[in-house]
């Protein structure tokens, strides 16, 4: 069982090193937390359960897994670059709009500072989600 386990672990851990871009081998990376927890908790419980020479194995294997697991994931979490640059108003010509993408979360009953923030933003276009008959009511002006 411990084979089966280490080398499932294992398989996670190197799918995404595929250059093949099939969802098959690119959502392991989606689950690299989660590869990361189990296998922490599996190699404990192979530690604590050591009876044999083919154990090492996969000790060694489970920290070469949680060793790219958190490589993987620190990577992304350790990434504090800014992506976007600050907006400047001045920067943008007149031929540019402005958009605005608003959840306005349905059971939210603070209608009137929803109502007094869009008005403040005048984008140009508005998108509004969780939008019931509540909603539209309270939204018309």
């Given at each position: 069982?411990?084979?089966?386990?280490?080398?499932?672990?294992?398989?996670?851990?190197?799918?995404?090193?595929?250059?093949?871009?099939?969802?098959?081998?690119?959502?392991?990376?989606?689950?690299?937390?989660?590869?990361?927890?189990?296998?922490?908790i599996?190699?404990?419980?192979?530690?604590?359960?050591?009876?044999?020479?083919?154990?090492?194995?996969?000790?060694?294997?489970?920290?070469?897994?949680?060793?790219?697991?958190?490589?993987?994931?620190?990577?992304?979490?350790?990434?504090?670059?800014?992506?976007?640059?600050?907006?400047?108003?001045?920067?943008?010509?007149?031929?540019?709009?402005?958009?605005?993408?608003?959840?306005?979360?349905?059971?939210?009953?603070?209608?009137?500072?929803?109502?007094?923030?869009?008005k403040?933003?005048?984008?140009?276009?508005?998108?509004?989600?969780?939008?019931?008959?509540?909603?539209?009511?309270?939204?018309?002006p």
């Amino acid at each position: 069982m411990k084979i089966i386990i280490t080398v499932f672990l294992l398989i996670l851990t190197i799918l995404p090193f595929s250059k093949n871009r099939s969802w098959v081998f690119r959502m392991p990376l989606y689950l690299s937390l989660q590869v990361l927890v189990i296998s922490l908790i599996y190699l404990v419980y192979c530690i604590i359960t050591l009876s044999d020479y083919y154990d090492w194995f996969y000790l060694v294997i489970l920290l070469f897994v949680l060793v790219i697991q958190l490589k993987r994931i620190l990577g992304f979490a350790l990434d504090f670059k800014r992506q976007v640059p600050d907006y400047d108003p001045l920067k943008f010509s007149s031929n540019t709009f402005s958009l605005i993408s608003y959840n306005v979360y349905q059971d939210n009953e603070k209608y009137d500072v929803v109502v007094a923030y869009l008005k403040s933003v005048n984008s140009d276009i508005l998108l509004l989600m969780e939008v019931d008959d509540v909603w539209a009511q309270k939204l018309k002006p």
